[in-house]
């Protein structure tokens, strides 16, 4: 299936606003509270709260004690060079839908996002979304995220099932 030039770089907007936005709310946040401060609890319950923090390591501060000598090759050039691989897939292959296409452009933008970030911003990633999750999974409150973050794990999820869907299509018509 040939997928012409306009509709492989259409998705692309969808990377742009990802990006803008989420280095605009980082960039709010930084300039207008100072770290480790909750900013608003958005129902006054707790539920939904803004915070100014940061991370140095990845998801779920997973690396937070790798010395910081390896953290540049974990946490930039490892995850530049995936994003490089997706790109060049992305770019090559007709066999992803319109809405995989869109996926992946979702995950180029968080994930551009989370590196500016870690390339610019020494004290780490700026984190301020903060959700309740009332124990599930042991977690009084899901991890401090951002928009970057909610776009890369909501793009993977979408990705995810729509290959597990396309692929149990492919089967049933064969």
Known sequence: MTVTFRKKILPFLLTAVILIADQASKDYIVKHWP???RIYDAFNNGFLEIWHVR??????SLGRNIPDLFRPVLFIVIPLLVLIVLLVYFWKTGDLTGVQRWAVAGIMGGGLGNIIDRIFRPDGVVDFISIKF????????????NIADASVVVSCL???????TSKKTKSEAA
């Open 35 to 37: 770290q480790n401060v």
């Open 55 to 60: 991370n140095k390591a990845i998801a779920f």
């Open 134 to 145: 009332y124990g599930l999974l042991g977690m009084d409150r899901w991890p401090t995220f």
């Open 158 to 164: 979408v990705l995810i099932v729509t290959m597990l």
